[in-house]
Structure formats: structure tokens, C-alpha cells
């Protein structure tokens, strides 16, 4: 039995799907488990992270446990901070996992910055480092930019492109990553339990392309159709540009402002081939991956700029 906490979000509903399709009997932990009770070979669990409600129940008889939650939405008082409420519920994911024997939890994160980390990558190399140090045989993914329909770095990027006609590109535009397809992602998540070798290790994932932020917006302009001038800016900015991007994106500022601080700096992989020749996996490059992510989401809501 596997265990899929943040079952309800956006890599979390894809992986459950992808471990039904392959017929792995799968359990999910979610505060609304409604959402999942329709899914076939699905069983549903209620419970929430931060009070550990559900946690005992969830894991007894799991193997395996994927760890797909971050809090990124505003907190409402003093110490009540994404990085704080992610460290809670880490810490009592943790402990729960090791009372009931888990062997190994499978925690997806971010690609740690070429320079000082962001509040946003910080605290997720922090739940990593939690959740490992406690279950010494899990495996952390690392990731930058996922590219897909639902990605929220992803959405307020299409979203800037679409609703400026000249786009103001900061310091770090020049700054590099290696985005990655979504569904690269998720056969990753999916294939870890089954890859002895990644047990008790850090593997950065990652697509083919080297990109900087500045050609991933051009990128995403080109397959809009649309012709965008882009107008480079000497400094950073971040925090005004921020509330600027929150305003044009319709995106609150706490879930803007951690993603556009991890641009400060390049976000590229220890080691880019490490994880595809272990997993036995070819990654999409970001053209592929961008016209999937573009083709879903016009199949659910319009994109003005189309």
C-alpha cells in the first residue's frame, strides 16, 4: 500500500491517477476526502497535516509514503508563516511515519539555488532534510519550474505574457534553469519506490533545455502567438514587482513573492542525468512540455491571448 498525502492538489491528483492506471493499491490523505472517494482502487483517509488528525490511520500499512504538501497561502498571525506550518506538519508527518514503520517516503522539493535560498526553497530543503533525517531510506526529488496546466509558477507566468503588452524583465532574466514537464515529474514520483539505487538519496530532476527566465517567457509568448516587448530592468525588484504581479496575475502576494524571489539566482542540477539514467526515464524538452501544459489548460478555461 502507498500513501499519497496533498492526494487533492496538482502533482498529488496526477500521481494518484498514475498509481491507479498502473493497478498499485493506493491510499489517500486529504482534509476533504470527497475529492477522492470517486476514484477507483482508492482508498480514502481523513486527516490534516498540522493537527496530525488522520496521520495514525493513513499510514498503518503503508510501505511507502509520498510527501506532496506545501503551504503557501497566507498565515494569520505571528509565527503562523508558510515556513512555519511546513515545518509542523514535517515534523509530525515524520514522527507518525517512523511509529508506524515506513521505509521510505518519497518528498518532492526544490533544486537548491546557486546562491543564498530563497524563504520559499528554504523551506523546502528544510521539510527535506526533516523528513530524511527521519526515515533514512526516503528519497527527496528536487525540481525547478514544472512546466503544466496547473503549476502555479507556470500559471502566473502564462498569465504575465497574456495580460501585458510590454513586459518588464528584471536583473534576473538572465538568471538559468532547467524547467521540466509535468508529466516527467509525476513518472519520477511514481517509479521511486521501484528504484532501489534512489533509496537514502537527493536526486535533482530536470528536463534536456538550459533555459533563462527571459527565453521560458519568450518561450511561452511564441506559443501564445502573441508579440510581447520585453523591457530589461537593472535591478531585481522583487519586492514591488511582486505586487505588480499579484495584481495583473489576480494571484495572492504570498504565494508571488516566494516564487519570484527563487528567480534571484540560477536554479540548475547538481548532476542533469543522474536521475534519467537511474530511472531509466528520456525527459521532454520545454517545447513539448509547453504545448501539453498550453493544449490542457485552453481545454478547461480560455486563454485570452489565443
Avoid: K
Avoid at 481545454?299 to 485570452?304: N, Q, V
Amino acid at each position: 500500500m502507498e500513501l499519497v498525502t496533498g492526494a487533492t492538489g496538482y502533482v498529488g491528483s496526477r500521481l494518484l491517477r498514475r498509481l491507479v492506471e498502473a493497478g498499485r493499491p493506493a491510499r489517500a490523505l486529504a482534509r476533504a476526502p470527497e475529492r477522492v472517494e470517486g476514484l477507483a482502487g482508492v482508498e480514502a483517509v481523513p486527516g490534516d497535516l498540522l493537527t496530525g488528525a488522520g496521520l495514525e490511520e493513513a499510514l498503518a500499512g503503508c510501505e511507502t509514503a509520498y510527501y506532496l504538501v506545501h503551504s503557501m497561502e497566507a498565515g494569520t498571525g505571528a509565527g503562523n508563516g508558510f515556513a512555519e506550518r511546513d515545518r509542523r506538519a514535517a515534523t509530525a508527518f515524520a514522527e507518525a511515519a517512523v511509529h508506524a514503520g515506513i521505509e521510505r517516503i518519497v518528498y518532492l522539493g526544490g533544486i537548491a539555488p546557486a546562491g543564498p535560498s530563497s524563504a520559499h526553497l528554504g523551506s523546502r530543503l528544510e521539510v527535506e532534510r526533516i523528513l530524511t533525517e527521519a526515515v533514512p531510506g526516503s528519497t527527496a526529488l528536487r525540481a525547478s519550474i514544472v512546466i503544466g496546466a496547473g503549476s502555479s509558477s507556470f500559471r502566473v507566468l502564462v498569465r504575465l505574457v497574456e495580460r501585458l503588452r510590454l513586459l518588464p524583465l528584471p536583473r534576473w532574466r538572465s538568471n538559468r534553469t532547467r524547467p521540466i514537464d509535468e508529466r516527467d515529474v509525476v513518472e519520477y514520483l511514481a517509479r521511486t519506490p521501484e528504484v532501489p539505487e534512489a533509496a537514502g538519496r537527493s536526486l535533482d530532476i530536470c528536463g534536456p533545455d538550459v533555459l533563462t527566465y527571459a527565453a521560458i517567457v519568450e518561450g511561452i509568448a511564441d506559443a501564445l502567438g502573441v508579440g510581447r516587448m520585453p523591457l530589461e530592468l537593472p535591478a531585481s525588484l522583487t519586492p514591488p514587482a511582486s505586487a505588480v504581479v499579484a495584481a495583473v496575475t489576480g494571484q495572492p502576494i504570498e504565494l508571488v513573492r516566494p516564487l519570484m524571489e527563487s528567480l534571484e539566482s540560477d536554479v540548475l542540477p547538481r548532476d542533469p542525468d543522474e536521475a534519467a539514467r537511474l530511472y531509466g526515464i528520456r525527459p521532454r524538452g520545454f517545447a513539448r512540455a509547453l504545448d501539453h501544459a498550453l493544449a490542457e489548460w485552453e481545454s478547461r478555461e480560455p486563454l485570452g491571448a489565443r
